[in-house]
RNA sequence: GUCCCCGUAGUUCAACGGAUAGAACAAGGGUUUCCUAAACCUUAGAUACAGGUUCGAUUCCUGUCGGGGACGCCA
């Protein structure tokens, strides 16, 4: 039931190569790809295999080809493939297949014909990751959405995903936070709104430290004190805590993601001393110059760049505490693979300390998914420091205002909650949908704009999709209830079921490379099939087998419509 | 100096070695007795450069140019 159309003409084809006159020349081991048709006029889909298989019996691809077909059986599912080209295989559904299909789709409400993964497994998501004591910038959005979608996607898939927020609760800067809760805070400011008032005695610190060298003294023994376990120095580190998750949390509301943990950096503290003890026991860490590294003399690449995991100071650093999260995950939280939603630039940092566990032994599958540079008008990377950068709290609010602008211009007579609440569904969507649409490494600069534009290839235009399926239902009165077989006329239902049906094939793909973008695509394309459809196809017009066959594939797109967008972090609304 | 990522219509983005390189925005033309026109139809427009690998290259390899980034005591 859950095989996908690409894999039942697979196996048939697969099955037809042993019985083909070159049967004996075939390489050990060969298996023969179908994907969807680049093109439609080519057919639904598409195989290379005789062009490749052409080469290692020394014969012409297209006669290949030919004694392929002439071995294929259709069966209920394909017309005779016709070879094109250079010796394309192509297969085009029989009418009868795409119905049945339909049928399926629509009796598999929970997962739209997605097959589950063979093994599930456990997986630690690591994103967003945000420092507490500054609030999020533009910069946050991409680990902080892409992640979101990759462990929606893998949880539909049905593996067991574990979002931990690992949050950097413990660095240098609370140094001088410190210095400034003592010296500079403005307690009114605090309590009315906490994040702010820590960013601006943070920058303020900052700024002085530039030509301070005494102040730059005085942080680095606020932050002493407090990792030797000061008194006040943690009950302000806490505090400081609490409200930056008060902060960060509204955030997430706002943006409809959730964690499972918020294990952050001070959470592994004790187990750095004893790891680095453990790394050099097994001589996997050496010192040098007082510090405490680990080398790479096998790896050209890295036979200079070494990592340091204490400093000489005996200070532990970033990697150690990554390594530490690494053993953590794996032995406490039974991670099968670990997921690493972090910028481009945290490459070199990634590939040392994947080695490192490695070395240690450690078998668990860690991947680095990296994502491009939002950047400055400037063409340079954004910088929370240079104090220029655009929250992410306004860019949401921005969003949500631009939306309400244009739900009000079409639809005056809607409450204003209902406006709203529309508004923020839209505006919130297509900031999800601007960078999920993308592919994740390449850079942008940051534009207005660009993210928050609501025509053409945007959220709305998906949703307005979904909102066309439930005003059928809505002027019938009444949902969706399937009533005998579907038959399908028209070229536009045909094109739109076949779609609906690719779904299938499209969501695990994701995973193969970390590709949201891929989904989002399928999710535009099966828009644009439901918009023509709606132009050509009038639905409660009709009567009988046709009428209902239109209104499953109205129900039918708005589950998969539905469901897809729920998988890329957005929602749906009933109207617009 | 070493290494990594990127270079596609005027602009913003697609195309996990496949056929005639897709969209959207901007520009031009059209569609509303019909379920939401935030829609549909339609015109024009691009792979930085030079080699190589192969049946086939935007994609892989080498080099050049251009942009961004990383590299022993920040995270």
Not at 72 to 89: K, T, Y
Not at 220 to 228: D, I, R, Y
Not at 442 to 462: E, R, S, V
Request: glycine content about 6%; aromatic content about 8%; some cysteine.
């Amino acid at each position: 039931m859950s095989a996908t159309i690409a894999d039942i003409l697979a196996a048939r084809l697969n099955k037809a190569l042993p019985e083909s006159p070159f049967a004996a020349d075939l390489p050990e081991g060969f298996v023969a790809q179908v994907d969807q048709a680049q093109n439609r006029q080519f057919g639904d889909y598409q195989s290379n295999a005789a062009m490749i298989l052409a080469k290692q019996v020394k014969r012409n691809p297209r006669e290949v080809a030919a004694a392929i077909i002439e071995a294929f059986d259709g069966g209920e599912v394909s017309e005779a493939p016709e070879i094109a080209g250079p010796g394309f295989i192509n297969f085009r559904l029989k009418t009868t297949f795409l119905e049945e299909k339909l049928s399926q789709l629509l009796a598999d409400e929970e997962k739209l014909g997605v097959p589950v993964a063979e093994k599930p497994l456990t997986i630690v998501a690591d994103f967003s990751a945000p420092n507490v004591a500054k609030p999020m910038h533009v910069g946050h959005i991409r680990s902080t959405i892409i992640g979101d979608s990759l462990t929606r996607i893998a949880d539909f898939l049905g593996h067991e995903v574990i979002a931990d927020n690992h949050i950097g609760d413990w660095g240098t800067q609370f140094g001088m936070i410190l210095w400034g809760w003592k010296n500079l805070l403005n307690e009114e400011a605090l309590e009315s709104d906490p994040i702010p008032e820590l960013l601006r005695i943070y920058r303020e610190v900052n700024a002085r430290t530039k030509d301070d060298e005494s102040l730059r003294e005085d942080c680095k023994n606020e932050l002493v004190e407090l990792q030797g376990g000061n008194e006040e120095n943690l009950a302000i580190w806490e505090r400081c805590i609490d409200l930056s998750k008060i902060g960060l949390q509204k955030i997430y509301d706002r943006l409809d993601i959730n964690f499972d943990l918020w294990l952050g950096e001070s959470f592994y503290n004790d187990r750095l001393a004893p790891l680095v003890e453990s790394l050099l026991a097994a001589a996997i860490a050496e010192e040098s110059d007082g510090a405490i590294c680990v080398f790479f003399p096998d790896e050209k690449q890295l036979a200079d760049k070494p990592a340091l995991i204490r400093k000489s100071d005996g200070g532990f650093l970033y990697a150690t505490t990554d390594l530490a999260t690494i053993d953590y995950r794996i032995e406490e939280l039974k991670a099968d693979a670990i997921w690493y939603v972090v910028g481009a630039p945290q490459q070199l940092h990634f590939d040392q300390i994947f080695r490192i566990a490695k070395q240690r032994g450690q078998k668990a599958d860690l991947q680095f998914i990296p994502f491009g540079s939002i950047l400055g008008k400037d063409r340079k990377m954004l910088r929370t420091r240079s104090g220029d950068t655009v929250q992410l709290a306004d860019v949401l609010d921005e969003a949500v205002e631009r939306a309400l602008k244009i739900v009000d211009e079409k639809n005056p007579d809607f409450s204003d909650e209902e406006k709203q609440e529309i508004a923020e569904i839209i505006g919130i969507g297509s900031v999800k949908y601007a960078e999920l649409s993308q592919y994740r490494m390449t850079d942008y600069i940051f534009d207005w704009d660009t993210m928050l534009a609501l025509k053409g290839n945007t959220a709305p235009y998906l949703i307005n999709a979904y909102v066309r399926t439930r005003a059928i239902f809505r002027k019938l009165g009444s949902d969706f209830v399937k009533e005998g077989e579907p038959t399908l006329t028209a070229d536009a239902e045909k094109d739109l079921t076949l779609k609906l049906a690719q779904f299938a094939e499209t969501v695990p793909a994701v995973l193969s490379d970390f590709r949201p973008n891929t989904l989002a695509t399928y999710l535009y394309e099966l828009a644009v099939a439901y918009h023509r459809f709606w132009e050509a196809c009038p639905v409660l017009k009709e009567e009988g087998a046709v009428r209902e066959t239109r209104l499953a594939l109205c129900e039918l797109t708005g589950r998969v419509l539905r469901c897809g967008l729920g998988l890329l972090g957005i929602r749906t609304t009933e109207k617009m």
